[in-house]
């Protein structure tokens, strides 16, 4: 046995050679790889993952993969090289990677490992790319083993330098940046003082002396920590907080000094549409949108006029797609070439589309007039192209051609589309002010606009449904597609071709239509694009940035909860449960066909940018008009937050029922800030501020509890201690014991129900539970009991007065298994004019045991998303996943200490004024119980 053999027996554990993957179909369960630590690192133990992290360093195609543990690849086309470390301690040589235990992380580009080994010695490793050129330079550093230890790099081949998707995840098989062959280099440093260095120069490793060393790694820290810098999240959520400075890396990573590109690994080519192109403005850096806006306005076909008629279809390929023939309606004047500064390309895709939305939102971050008049021509001839192509007949409803990223297989036979529809109701009606703007003829641009508008909510609005069609035949029946995908909801949300109420209705149909898929055991759901089939690419896919695009509907349309809901979803699923840590990746682990796939993907870090800044904190620039409207989408349960942009800033604070956001603004032209609070069913309302570059906008939250104490008729701890005895079956029979739990195999279960740590949060009379104001007491009765059993009335009726938008009840009462799937009770609210709206509570989609929490996997046992809250009475304690929280695990017995109670929110017509509130048990078994009312004016 060799030294380096002894070595390692006894003192580290084998990692496998390979990350993990997960073959086509079920996919494999997952526990969680990465944790969020602090200053927003992911960080993992002993994990396994290996090449999954890139460092980017410089625009150019050179990257450095990293892994959860230290060894490391080079990947460059004809300069791949594999490296590891050796310490060699006491002549005793040590692979570096199979040292544990092993904390890895990964913040502000730069990766850190910390290994403890050698009697309890620690070694710290950091490495970071250089900004300005091809490689990357890692700090050795361990006060106990200075003079005392070397470290070696050894690099090699590595195991397939020919790589199909650049060794990106899903694509290229797992290992293929495996160590091969013998070893190429050795480079060596020794740790005579505290600190050591080596670089990597392409695929060259050499030491550095410790003073050179020590200045390159400390100017390329600063350099990233200042970039990442440009976009900071701080909130209660902790797995949120990481991500402003892994989307600026990402996003740079992305860049190639000119234009956004298609992906930052496995498509790593130039591309004018997708939503890459969002990221410059987005992310502040006003001088990229330029560059590329600039770039692609050069690929704009100018003289090529279209003499060859509708249709051309290209023959060779089986009349399938366009002839690529210039002259043709689709190559001429107008369209967009694939690759930056050339416009004699033809390609098979409309890009058209996405780029120049994208142009559009620029001038909402910025109404640079001096740039609008250039960029009119491009503006104005994209608007012609798309009509006299895909709105020939002259329906102002327009046909889809590959102009969205779920384009490869979909195809619409001349069809009216709805994506492709909104984006151009979107571009007609920006080109018409931007035309008011400069002093062009914005009329045809707005009666096309408003056309577009008209034929959408004729033709595709299925008002029944609450969503839009798919698309309407072009030829045979005319039918109207009415299962469709969520690009079909998004986009005319997005593009601001809808009222509030249809925005509301049909991010309601995606919640009851479309697939949820459960992300392990987060209590999270992500989503499908859609539930067509048989299979196709991108026709019925898990992909993130339809995820993400989605999810910014969701927060578009004033549902906040869902919206955050789903966003966390994916970000749990890509980042935290996935192989790459702070990963905007292309394709789900949830995935069918592919699994999880490609990294660092253009179209989901440019869309993953505008749902957590215009969604998440709701930063929506308006230049056009001047103004800035503010409209967090914050969970109901969040007290505060911060955001930070090199454009606007702000804090946001709620207490004892009062808003103040303090806000700074940067943009180059003042904006008047609008701050806009999310009402019921899609509604809001809008609070003017001023366009000073500092202001506080504070305002009341306007809750008015209701006094229900004099209804009372228990306490909440009363619930097991009855004996229900009557009325009961006349009959031999099974049936639930007299105690109100339990059943014939248990039928001396019990559970205690103790709310004396809850009455201790009561602070004078009130109960804050996510930010609403409930009043409770503290001592005595506290709830309304109602049940078919004879101990409490069947039902009971609150006088109520006024006007509300909302009602927020907070309840406690029993279920069980034999009241599943069924209306358990009702809440019934009466108008003055005799019309009701009415609540049902049902097991388990709103209505929860007071003595344990639900087991939900989103398999056999499934319920909708989001959770009601929860508070629990034994320790205060409120969440929509209280199970998590107080830590209950298992399948069974997942019962609460002293119980819990629930919040439901009721819509109510705000118009109407308010007569009665009901609470009325229907199920047998079952108490119903009210324990306060708020309602939202």
């Not at 701890?717 to 339990?742: E, M, W």
């Not at 087991?855 to 969440?879: E, H, I, K, L, W």
Request: net charge neutral.
């Amino acid at each position: 046995m060799n030294k380096l053999q002894i070595a390692i027996v006894g003192l580290v554990g084998m990692v496998p050679l390979s990350a993990m993957c997960q073959t086509h179909g079920t996919p494999a369960p997952r526990t969680l790889q990465y944790q969020p630590g602090a200053g927003g690192a992911f960080v993992c133990a002993d994990g396994n993952n290996r090449y999954t992290r890139a460092l980017y360093g410089s625009h150019t195609d050179w990257r450095l993969e990293t892994s959860d543990r230290p060894i490391f690849a080079v990947v460059k086309k004809g300069y791949h090289r594999n490296i590891r470390l050796v310490a060699q301690v006491d002549g005793i040589d040590y692979p570096l990677e199979q040292v544990s235990p092993c904390t890895a992380s990964y913040v502000d580009g730069q990766r850190t490992y910390q290994l403890t080994g050698w009697g309890g010695v620690q070694l710290t490793i950091r490495v970071i790319a250089l900004p300005d050129s091809e490689a990357a330079i890692w700090q050795f550093s361990s006060p106990a083993l200075a003079g005392k230890a070397r470290i070696k790099a050894l690099v090699c081949e590595i195991a397939q330098p020919k790589l199909s998707r650049n060794g990106d995840i899903g694509a290229d098989k797992p290992g293929v940046l495996e160590p091969k062959g013998e070893v190429l280099q050795t480079a060596e440093v020794a740790l005579d003082g505290n600190t050591a260095y080596m670089l990597v120069d392409v695929n060259v490793m050499k030491p550095l002396a410790a003073a050179d060393g020590a200045k390159q790694f400390a100017a390329a820290q600063q350099y990233y920590e200042q970039l990442a810098a440009r976009i900071q999240f701080t909130t209660p959520d902790a797995y949120i907080n990481t991500l402003g400075g892994a989307l600026v890396l990402a996003a740079d990573g992305d860049w190639d000094g000119q234009t956004w590109l298609h992906g930052c690994i496995g498509w790593r080519m130039p591309l004018a549409g997708w939503r890459a192109g969002y990221l410059g403005d987005v992310l502040g850096w006003q001088d990229r949108a330029v560059s590329h806006f600039d770039a692609y306005a050069k690929s704009q076909v100018t003289h090529v006029p279209a003499t060859i008629p509708h249709p051309s279809q290209d023959s060779t390929l089986n009349m399938a797609r366009a002839e690529k023939r210039w002259g043709t309606q689709m190559y001429s004047d107008g369209y967009i070439c694939r690759n930056p500064e050339r416009n004699d390309q033809m390609h098979h895709y409309d890009m058209n589309l996405n780029y120049i939305d994208e142009l559009l939102w620029h001038f909402q971050y910025d109404a640079d007039t001096a740039y609008m008049r250039k960029m009119w021509p491009v503006l104005k001839s994209h608007l012609a192209w798309e009509k006299r192509n895909y709105d020939a007949d002259g329906d102002h409803l327009y046909d889809a051609y590959c102009c969205i990223w779920a384009s490869d297989a979909l195809y619409y036979s001349g069809g009216a589309v709805t994506h492709s529809s909104a984006y151009n109701y979107r571009g007609n009606k920006l080109a018409a002010r931007i035309a008011e703007i400069i002093g062009e003829d914005a009329q045809p641009y707005r009666d096309e606009a408003e056309a577009i508008l008209q034929a959408m909510n004729q033709r595709l609005w299925l008002s029944k449904a609450g969503v839009w069609a798919e698309y309407q035949d072009g030829m045979g029946l005319k039918r109207t597609h009415d299962n469709p995908a969520v690009w079909s909801i998004y986009t005319p949300i997005d593009c601001g071709a809808c009222t509030t109420e249809q925005a509301y209705q049909a991010t309601n149909w995606v919640t009851r239509n479309i697939p949820h898929i459960p992300v392990e055991q987060s209590g999270l759901q992500t989503i499908s694009t859609s539930n067509w089939m048989p299979y196709s690419w991108s026709i019925n896919n898990v992909a993130a940035a339809e995820v993400m695009h989605t999810a910014l509907a969701y927060f578009e349309a004033g549902r906040a909860d869902e919206g955050y809901q789903l966003m966390k979803a994916n970000i749990m699923d890509q980042m935290y449960y996935g192989q790459s840590p702070a990963n905007f990746g292309q394709i789900s682990h949830y995935d069918a066909a592919r699994g999880e796939c490609y990294r660092d993907f253009g179209d989901c870090i440019g869309i993953s940018s505008r749902t957590l800044l215009q969604g998440l904190f709701g930063i929506i620039p308006q230049a056009l008009d001047g103004k800035c409207i503010i409209r967090p989408g914050f969970p109901a349960e969040w007290d505060s937050a911060s955001v930070k942009t090199p454009y606007l800033s702000y804090k946001y604070t709620r207490k004892n029922g009062k808003v103040r956001v303090e806000i700074t603004q940067n943009f180059r032209q003042p904006l008047q800030i609008i701050f806009r609070q999310n009402l019921s069913g899609g509604q809001y309302r809008d609070i003017k501020g001023t366009t000073a570059q500092h202001q506080v906008i504070e305002f009341d939250l306007d809750y008015q509890p209701v006094k229900l104490a004099k209804y009372f008729n228990a306490s909440v701890s009363d619930i097991f201690k009855n004996q229900y005895l009557s009325p009961r079956p006349q009959t031999t029979t099974l049936q639930i014991p007299v105690q109100g739990i339990g059943e014939w195999c248990h039928p001396k279960k019990t559970a205690e129900i103790n709310d004396s740590v809850f009455r201790t949060k009561i602070v004078n009379g009130v109960f804050n539970m996510v930010g609403i104001p409930f009043s409770t007491p503290q001592k005595g009765e506290n709830i309304i009991y109602t049940s078919l059993w004879d101990n409490y009335p069947d039902a009971v009726t609150i006088p109520l007065k006024g006007k509300a938008q909302k009602a927020y009840l907070l309840m406690a009462g029993s279920t069980n298994h034999m009241q599943s799937r069924i209306d358990n009770g009702l809440v019934i609210v009466t108008y003055t004019d005799g019309t009701t709206d009415t609540l049902a509570l049902r097991n388990p989609d709103n209505w929860c045991p007071i003595e344990q929490d639900y087991y939900v996997d989103g398999m056999a046992f499934n319920a909708p998303q989001p959770r009601p809250y929860r508070v629990c009475f034994s320790t205060g304690d409120v969440s929509r996943n209280l199970g998590s929280i107080i830590q209950l695990g298992g399948e069974y017995g997942r019962e609460i200490p002293g119980g819990a109670g629930q919040m439901l929110e009721m819509q109510l017509d705000q118009q109407k004024r308010l007569q009665s509130l009901t609470i009325r048990t229907l199920s047998n078994d079952v108490i119903i119980g009210l324990m306060a009312v708020t309602l939202q004016p």
